[in-house]
């Protein structure tokens, strides 16, 4: 297995993209090599700071260009060509690596992997799916910003790409797939949900325990929850900042009061860092996106989801699944 990593991804390029590489050997199979895609006598310098690990098993590839945030998305491919996230994304196209895994711009990496990966038949709008904290275990929620505007049958593919997700890579036998309403009744919401939750409910290859509120997820009600990238973006925005402004102002007070109270199991729970990446779902390949602000442990992280994605043969179970959904229908 070979992991093409973008090295001049994060707000501290790479820093965080070297050190997690090097920490993500620990983890993954002896034969996974990484490849770290980026401006070479940088990223030498930078891996040349670490020892003590296998350097085989890091590679190299040469990218002298960088994307962005002042780089529009949808120009990258042409006007930056041999940037690192459009040469890692070459690379598992042609066939030199499994998966791409890149903390840079999060347009910039969707929009150059629909174009070089291509999304997969059945798959109309494809989706970014990230992982919520609960007090069980983690939901995935998708669609998280990829897709603004939806018809009730995309979101019925993103619930197809959940559920599989949640199947290879989170271990569950039989998600419960969740539609995200202002209310459980299946006459609530507008006219996407209400159409959206009868597609649900008549599709035999979904287990729809149906609508769900906010307080809902947090609860661990569901295992995939399922809205539009208006929606889920919102809630993902609003997920990361108030847990830390919550447990900032408890231990300010506590603090204050003369308490001491170790917070850092709660902090690992709620911290992104904990889940790595987010996939980008149904296209023909595996790309994670990362924070812009990733810790080299998110990077380590983000690399174990896309070695798993890749040995679970995540993509293959997605295309039979879609294509038996597409027989179905038919």
């Known amino acids: 297995m070979r992991i093409a990593l973008d090295a001049m ?39 040349a700071k670490h020892s003590g690990f296998p350097g085989h098993r890091i590679e190299i590839c040469h990218a002298p260009d960088r994307v962005t945030a002042s780089d529009a998305p949808a120009s990258v491919l042409r006007r930056k060509p ?20 890149s903390a840079g711009s999060t347009g910039a990496v969707m929009a150059t992997s629909l174009f070089t990966l291509r999304p997969l ?13 609960t007090s069980h275990e983690p939901c ?19 619930a197809h790409l959940g559920n599989i997700y949640a199947q290879d890579l989170m271990g569950r036998a039989k998600p419960r797939v969740a539609l995200l309403n202002i209310g459980e009744e299946p006459e609530k919401g507008d006219e996407l949900t209400m159409a959206t939750h009868q597609l649900l409910s008549a599709d035999p290859g979904i287990n729809f325990v149906g609508n769900v509120e906010g307080r809902d997820i947090i609860q661990g009600l569901c295992d995939v929850v399922v809205c ?11 997920y990361e ?90």
């Open 9 to 47: 991804g994060t707000d501290h390029a790479p820093v965080s993209e070297v050190a997690g590489a090097v920490a993500a050997l620990q983890d993954l199979p002896d034969d996974t090599r990484i490849i770290l895609v980026g401006d070479r006598e940088v990223v030498e310098g930078e891996l």
């Open 121 to 133: 038949p059945g798959v109309d709008r494809p989706a970014i799916g990230t992982l919520l904290p």
């Open 82 to 101: 041999e940037s690192s996230i459009v040469v890692g994304l070459r690379l598992q196209k042609e066939g030199q690596a499994d998966a791409f895994v």
């Open 140 to 158: 995935l929620m998708l669609d998280a910003g990829a897709n603004v505007d939806c018809k009730p049958h995309h979101l019925v593919q993103f």
């Open 241 to 330: 900042s108030v847990a830390e402004f919550v447990i900032g102002m408890l231990s300010s007070k506590l603090d204050a009061a003369g308490h001491d109270l170790n917070f850092q199991e709660v902090f690992q729970v709620l911290d992104y860092a904990e889940y790595g990446g987010a996939p980008l779902l149904g296209v023909g390949g595996v790309s994670i996106i990362c924070h812009g602000e990733s810790t080299p442990r998110a990077i380590q992280n983000a690399l174990s989801v896309a070695a798993r994605a890749v040995s679970t043969g995540m993509v293959r179970h997605v295309a039979r699944e879609l294509a038996l959904t597409s027989e179905n229908a038919t």
């Open 228 to 238: 539009d990238g208006f929606v889920g973006n919102v809630l993902l925005k609003f």
